[in-house]
């Protein structure tokens, strides 16, 4: 069964960077999408960008440009890099894995990490 566990939340100042990372366990990610979505008090889940099982990625319009996913084959693990960073983007990220070749809606994604929160300060 495919777990995951995010890491490397925490707080930073507007303008900073953050990579997150996603580490699976039990499976590899290597037939999955995966993709990472953020939730913010009051706000619907939103899509963040994927890295999909032929190394292809794609990025909400939002995000394009601040926000890059990239995978470790070697250490099973995803990464979300956050660079310029703003208050907004406050939010708890979750990652989660589907076998879908292509997908930014969170219904299609069946496994989710607990996820770790981001705090951006002014």
């Known amino acids: 069964q495919l777990q995951l566990v995010e890491s490397g939340g925490g707080l930073v100042q507007a303008g900073g960077s953050l990579r997150l990372s996603c580490a699976a366990s039990?499976?590899?990610?290597?037939?999955?999408?995966v993709g990472w979505f953020r939730q913010a008090p009051g706000k619907e889940r939103e899509f963040v960008g994927a890295?999909?099982?032929?190394?292809?990625?794609f990025y909400a319009d939002s995000m394009r440009g601040r926000f890059t996913v990239s995978r470790d084959s070697a250490k099973n693990t995803v990464y979300l890099q956050m660079n310029r960073l703003e208050p907004a983007d406050t939010a708890v990220y979750y990652c989660?894995?589907?076998?879908?070749?292509?997908?930014?809606?969170?219904?299609?994604?069946?496994?989710w990490g607990p996820g770790t929160q981001v705090t951006v300060s002014s």
């Open positions: 989660a894995a589907t076998r879908n070749f292509y997908s930014d809606r969170a219904p299609w994604y069946g496994y």
């Open positions: 890295f999909n099982w032929s190394g292809y990625t």
């Open positions: 039990g499976r590899t990610f290597s037939n999955y999408t």
